[in-house]
């Protein structure tokens, strides 16, 4: 009686590991396109349009505006890695220094500015 129980016990465990184990290699055969996919997607026309943008963007000059003391008023408006103009910087220990700066940071010094 034991016996059996315990031989039917052991069949139970072989079984449930013959299961995972089944559908751990499943779940690796499914994966497997998914990598083949990603390796061979690297060479394909548009996912080259992507990287070449976001390589662009990598390039793309910060803006050195120092938001916070120029116009803290609009400290969030600021496109940090979109630097289209150089703008004036007013610094006590370099003078007057050109730096890159972001259209909405130039935007929101020219307000400032007028505003007094
Ligand atoms: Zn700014
Ligand atoms: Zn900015």
Same mark, same amino acid.
């Given at each position: 009686?034991?016996?059996?129980? +315990?031989?039917?016990?052991? +069949?139970?465990? $072989?079984?449930?590991?013959?299961?995972?184990?089944?559908?751990?290699?499943?779940?690796?055969?499914?994966?497997?396109? $998914?990598?083949?996919?990603?390796?061979?997607?690297?060479?394909?026309?548009?996912?080259?349009?992507?990287? +070449?943008?976001?390589?662009?963007?990598?390039?793309?000059?910060?803006?050195?505006?120092?938001?916070?003391?120029?116009?803290? $008023?609009?400290?969030?408006?600021?496109?940090?890695? +979109?630097?289209?103009?150089?703008?004036?910087?007013?610094?006590?220990?370099?003078?007057?220094?050109?730096?890159?700066?972001?259209?909405?940071?130039?935007?929101?010094?020219?307000?400032?500015?007028? $505003?007094?």
């Amino acid at each position: 009686m034991g016996d059996d129980k +315990d031989t039917e016990l052991a +069949d139970t465990l $072989a079984e449930v590991g013959r299961r995972v184990g089944q559908a751990m290699t499943d779940a690796v055969e499914r994966m497997r396109p $998914a990598f083949g996919a990603l390796a061979g997607v690297a060479s394909r026309p548009e996912v080259r349009a992507v990287i +070449d943008r976001v390589e662009k963007a990598l390039r793309r000059r910060p803006c050195l505006c120092f938001c916070s003391r120029s116009h803290p $008023a609009d400290r969030g408006v600021c496109e940090m890695f +979109d630097a289209v103009i150089t703008g004036q910087y007013s610094s006590d220990l370099l003078g007057d220094v050109d730096v890159p700066m972001c259209a909405p940071c130039a935007a929101a010094r020219a307000a400032r500015e007028f $505003a007094g």
